[in-house]
């Protein structure tokens, strides 16, 4: 019995190894090869997700723990892959992201549960993979336009945005540190005002502050007319979710929950001639979860060669 289970544990342990050689390969391209990372991500997220299962079935193998600790590890990764599926609602092309986030939970619980050497290390790697899928399935893009995810700016322009508003000012050169993001200040529309979204005529059913998208409001707040008389078709403004305020740039830069992505996007000569530029913002939550596992692990290896450096001291010669 002892020796099958000795065989079963070497036989993880190589193929956990060899994945990890394997895995190494993808990782490396990533930084050398940018342009293939789509093909290069989907190759890592099975890759790492085996890795994941297979070291936090190592413990299991290597001690002789009853038979509830692990079904305990997987009900945990269970319940939090569900909770996640139910409030995201992801899509059948990304449930890899979900595999992935299990086997991060399964491991990190494994690890939290049993202690055993190295416990911090896998706790941190654990934490930036369920963090990693967490901020990639959860992103925003926030300078979505008609259904268009790119936004056009010509220098001077001030442009509302999801929930913000953006600015490229009139000085210096075409650079991601040169867009300005702004507050969104919410509208007050008046019970009775009549305004027009979409080519279509909506009448205020109660006084309220605007939301950062008409839809929001929709149910509770509008009513849509659809056949408007004279006078509001006249009078009708097109709906805005705001004005523009102080410039929180430096907030945002600044602000652990969530980070904003900005991409310059050149697309001809005659746009940069023209002074337009073409932007994608894009935000994503909770980044401070990646950062804290990064710590673990670091923090991990540093507890794990002063206990080294402390037994060899201790060692007696």
Known sequence: ????????????????????????????????????????????????????????????LKTEHTFWRPIRAVTIALCLTALLQYCM????????????????VYMGSVYADLQPKGTMVFLGIATVCAGSVYGDISKEVIS????NDTLYLVKGDTVKMESYFICFPNSGDA??????????????????????????????????LTSAAFFSDIDN??????????????????????????????????NIWSTIKTEIIVESEVKKLTSVIAIRVTRYKFGVMVWFGVFLVAFGIIQLFLKRNHSVQTTPE
């Open 89 to 104: 609602q992801l899509d059948p092309h990304e449930y890899p992201h979900l595999v992935l986030f299990f086997a991060a």
């Open 175 to 208: 650079s991601g540190e040169e867009i300005i993001f702004l507050e969104r200040i919410p509208i007050r529309y008046e019970k009775g005002a009549v305004v027009m979204f979409d080519e279509m005529f909506f009448k205020a059913e109660k006084t309220h």
């Open 1 to 60: 019995m002892q020796k099958g289970r000795d065989t079963l544990v070497e036989l993880t342990f190589f193929l956990r190894n060899a994945l990890l050689i394997f895995a190494i390969l993808p990782a490396v391209s990533l930084f050398l090869l940018p342009q293939f990372e789509d093909v290069l991500v989907r190759l890592g997220i099975p890759l790492l997700s085996l890795l994941m299962l297979l070291s936090g079935t190592l413990p299991f």
């Open 221 to 254: 707040a509008w009513r849509r007319v659809p056949f408007p008389n004279k006078t509001q078709k006249e009078t009708a403004q097109e709906w805005r979710n705001g004005v523009a305020g102080v410039d929180i740039t430096a907030s945002l830069q600044k």
């Open 144 to 147: 979505r336009t008609n259904g």
